[in-house]
């Protein structure tokens, strides 16, 4: 069922700044001789191009070109990983992200890093320990950075011929509050759909009323939804608690389903 959608929906550059650790100055490292540097810089800076422009296999290899002159650069390491979740090669992505962390382990971008890693990889136990890790920091007064942070990306695993991307809010966003966001692009990079996890006050106030005891055990009534510019789909509505792996279950199985086009695909 299709219907115009009246919420102001914003994407802001939130997954580039979450997988995309931009930031040198802050990663603490000795710096190498000024022409290795210079030329470390440019490297990784046609490598934060390739990126950009959807082309993690280039962007991997120059960043592996910096790492094998210095291979204690963090933010190649870091940088390297994010490329390696990008073509889904958990295993060398975890590599690079956990180098990055035994270089420069107060760094909590590393652990924005370390969690896509660890998912792609499928350890979902070291994946875990690092969305806690990230949680706390956003309650730390002394890291305000993350606390400026809505949320994460959590993920990015392909479904048919697209790219999902999956980012956990550390308390939900918006109207509707939202848990969790998953992003739908196709091969060329381009945003076609997205899918919300929400569970907003008027049908969870009704549900909690019909199903009181799953209410004081903490559970809640949640909507799968699909949103573009002009348009919002519904798509089920399930009752339980914010489980990740059993909500991507549900997302995986509706892009499987799907067999039109999504809308910012026409």
Same mark, same amino acid.
């Given at each position: 069922?299709?219907?115009? @959608?009246? /919420?102001?929906?914003?994407?802001? &550059?939130?997954?580039?700044?979450? @997988?995309?650790?931009?930031?040198?100055?802050?990663?603490?490292?000795?710096?190498?001789?000024?022409?290795?540097?210079?030329?470390?810089?440019?490297?990784?800076?046609?490598?934060?191009?390739?990126?950009?422009?959807?082309?993690?296999?280039?962007?991997?290899?120059?960043?592996?070109?910096?790492?094998?002159?210095?291979?204690?650069? &963090?933010?190649?390491?870091?940088?390297?990983? =994010?490329?390696?979740?990008?073509?889904?090669?958990?295993?060398?992505?975890?590599?690079?992200?956990?180098?990055?962390?035994?270089?420069?382990?107060?760094?909590?971008?590393?652990? =924005? %890093? $370390?969690?896509?890693?660890?998912?792609?990889?499928?350890?979902?136990?070291?994946?875990?320990?690092?969305? #806690? %890790?990230?949680?706390? $920091?956003?309650?730390?007064?002394?890291?305000?950075?993350?606390?400026? =942070?809505?949320?994460?990306? $959590? #993920?990015?695993?392909?479904?048919?011929? *697209?790219?999902?991307?999956?980012?956990?809010?550390?308390? !939900?966003?918006?109207?509707?509050?939202?848990? *969790?966001?998953?992003?739908?692009?196709?091969?060329?990079?381009?945003?076609?759909?997205?899918?919300?996890?929400?569970?907003?006050?008027?049908?969870?106030? @009704?549900?909690?009323?019909?199903? !009181?005891?799953? &209410?004081?055990?903490?559970? /809640?009534?949640?909507?799968?939804?699909?949103?573009?510019?002009?348009?919002?789909?519904? *798509?089920?509505?399930?009752?339980?608690?914010?489980?990740?792996?059993?909500?991507?279950?549900?997302?995986?199985?509706?892009?499987?389903?799907?067999?039109?086009?999504?809308?910012?695909?026409?």
């Amino acid at each position: 069922m299709k219907r115009k @959608s009246s /919420r102001n929906r914003h994407l802001t &550059a939130l997954f580039l700044a979450m @997988s995309m650790p931009f930031c040198f100055a802050a990663l603490g490292q000795e710096p190498p001789a000024a022409e290795s540097q210079t030329t470390a810089v440019s490297t990784t800076e046609k490598g934060l191009a390739a990126l950009k422009a959807n082309q993690p296999q280039q962007a991997l290899d120059l960043f592996e070109q910096v790492l094998q002159a210095n291979p204690n650069d &963090a933010a190649a390491n870091l940088l390297a990983a =994010t490329a390696a979740v990008t073509l889904y090669k958990g295993n060398l992505a975890v590599k690079y992200a956990e180098k990055a962390r035994e270089i420069d382990p107060n760094n909590w971008k590393v652990h =924005t %890093t $370390l969690v896509a890693a660890y998912a792609a990889a499928g350890k979902k136990e070291q994946r875990d320990q690092e969305r #806690e %890790t990230l949680r706390k $920091l956003h309650d730390d007064p002394n890291a305000p950075d993350a606390m400026q =942070t809505k949320g994460f990306l $959590l #993920e990015m695993f392909p479904v048919k011929q *697209y790219r999902v991307e999956a980012i956990e809010y550390f308390q !939900p966003v918006e109207k509707f509050h939202i848990y *969790y966001r998953f992003l739908i692009r196709n091969a060329e990079g381009k945003r076609v759909w997205q899918i919300d996890v929400e569970s907003n006050d008027f049908d969870e106030s @009704s549900w909690a009323k019909a199903h !009181p005891d799953e &209410a004081a055990a903490g559970k /809640r009534q949640f909507q799968l939804v699909g949103e573009d510019r002009d348009l919002h789909m519904d *798509y089920r509505m399930f009752s339980g608690t914010a489980d990740y792996d059993a909500i991507r279950a549900q997302v995986v199985d509706v892009i499987q389903a799907q067999t039109a086009p999504f809308p910012g695909e026409k």
